[in-house]
């Protein structure tokens, strides 16, 4: 694609700009929104879990795990990205399907990715041969460059939300891929991964683990020491925060248990509990966000714009966009952001906002 050619009615102007379109140049003070005031590059959106799940459904109907490139995945593609199936600028989000019986053969990557199930059971994530278990509300990680296939022994087809890094990735050219032999892994079917034995309960550390505990690659020792976070934990940690504080509303962060620190150098998860009834307050952050409802209902404002969820939605917050939820009935919220990322470049920004007002649905 060539280089921009700006107009001018002044003809030493105009042949200046011809002059630098040709040497591959462009001049600043014709660029117009290349440094706004706040970040505008994304609007909010917001997919609905049932066309997903009939979707997912349908696919796996009509395309095996081999037409569907070894995943049979549907990817969040944001109408403000020009096509690309990304959610976010940063952030991949997907919906993934594994029929009864089938098996997603290994690959690994350099994009990290999470696992968060929605609904079946009876899948194995191995990741560098380490089998997890997935159940609804599970979270599951395959970090950056680790080998990672899923198997599905049983009948029941599962459903499981996809995060990855991906765009973050790409644009920093820094992808990589590698397809695994023919030659599957062999796994346990046990309840409990080695990185589960090895960390068994929060604040208590194995002596003499070091971050070689769960993984094998050079440089992935910057990811959790532990790959998979099981939903009654979590769902124990936010009843008791809600019993102890007296509060409608509590939030836990998923963290490697050996440093504290969040579950990848890329990615934040978090899961976001409201009571029915209760509405939070306003915040806006920077850098993007995915939503996924996985219990209950209600609404978010989110940049002035309401958009009421059900379980299964899924929406998209943009960068510096106020938005707070309201639940109708109790709502768990599994949140995903980019945020470690700017944390890590000093990017960061936090801001409480005045409430919204409430317009009328808009999606």
């Known amino acids: 694609m060539a280089t921009q050619r700006f107009q001018d009615d002044d003809p030493n102007v105009d042949g200046l700009y011809a002059d630098l379109a040709a040497a591959d140049l462009q001049p600043l003070w014709r660029q117009e929104g290349l440094l706004p005031r706040t970040p505008q590059r994304l609007t909010p959106h917001l997919w609905r879990g049932k066309t997903l799940r009939d979707l997912a459904e349908r696919s796996g109907e009509l395309i095996g795990i081999d037409r569907g490139g070894d995943r049979r995945v549907l990817a969040l593609a944001h109408p403000d990205l020009d096509g690309l199936p990304f959610a976010t600028h940063t952030l991949w989000g997907a919906v993934q399907y594994l029929a009864g019986g089938e098996l997603a053969p290994a690959h690994r990557h350099s994009p990290a990715a999470l696992r968060f199930t929605l609904q079946g059971s009876g899948v194995w994530t191995l990741v560098n041969g380490d089998a997890l278990h997935m159940a609804p509300g599970d979270l599951v990680l395959t970090p950056s460059w680790t080998w990672h296939e899923h198997h599905n022994p049983g009948t029941e087809p599962m459903l499981w939300f996809d995060a990855l890094d991906l765009p973050l990735v790409r644009n920093l050219d820094a992808v990589f891929f590698e397809p695994g032999g023919e030659e599957l892994s062999p796994y346990q079917p046990e309840k409990r991964s080695r990185s589960e034995h090895h960390f068994t309960a929060p604040g208590l550390l194995p002596l003499g683990a070091g971050r070689a505990v769960t993984v094998e690659e050079p440089g992935s020792d910057r990811f959790s020491h532990l790959l998979a976070y099981r939903w009654e934990t979590v769902d124990a940690a936010l009843s008791s925060l809600l019993r102890s504080t007296g509060h409608q509303e509590a939030a836990i962060r998923y963290t490697d248990p050996g440093t504290g620190h969040d579950i990848m150098p890329t990615l934040r998860a978090e899961l976001h509990r409201v009571l029915a009834g209760h509405r939070t307050a306003s915040t806006r952050r920077a850098g993007s966000a995915i939503y996924v409802v996985f219990h209950g209902s209600g609404a978010s ?18 960068s510096w966009a106020a938005v707070d939820h309201e639940a109708e009935e109790d709502a768990d919220l599994f949140r995903i952001s980019d945020e470690p990322v700017l944390e890590a470049l000093g990017l960061a920004r936090t801001e409480q906002t005045p409430s919204q007002q409430i317009p009328a649905d808009r999606a």
């Not at 404002?301 to 917050?317: E, H, L, P, Q, T």
């Open 301 to 318: 404002v989110i940049g002035g714009r309401r958009f009421s969820w059900n379980a299964g939605d899924m929406f998209v917050v943009p």
